[in-house]
Nanobody, 113 residues
């Protein structure tokens, strides 16, 4: 059974940083592309970043490019999202997901002054 468990969310002020983590189990993590998606209140899902199985190819949404960095540790089966210079509009529930859209329960990120 595929399991994804996100952590690291919280309440921060604009300009601050957070690092999200996603612990994966139940599948061969090292062979699967992964992604981070988010859902802001009242809005649909937005793809934040995708990362290939080897992390050689990483893509970002224009809204986060230059501020967010996705990475992965295939030995530990953990996916990361380093988020710097957070903005109010980054407020959302963040999910890690497999390429075929299996998601975890999400972690809430709130950016507010």
């Amino acid at each position: 059974e595929v399991r994804l468990e996100e952590s690291g969310g919280g309440l921060v002020q604009p300009g601050e940083s957070l690092t999200l983590a996603c612990a994966a189990s139940g599948f061969t993590f090292s062979r699967r592309a992964m992604k981070w998606v988010r859902q802001a209140p009242g809005k649909g899902l937005e793809l934040v970043s995708s990362i290939s199985s080897s992390a050689l190819v990483i893509n970002y949404a224009p809204s986060v490019k230059g501020r967010f960095t996705a990475s992965r540790d295939n030995d530990k089966k953990i996916l990361y999202l380093q988020m710097n210079n957070l903005r109010v509009e980054d407020t959302a529930t963040y999910y890690c997901a497999t390429a075929d859209d299996i998601r975890g329960q999400g972690t809430q990120v709130t950016v507010s002054s």
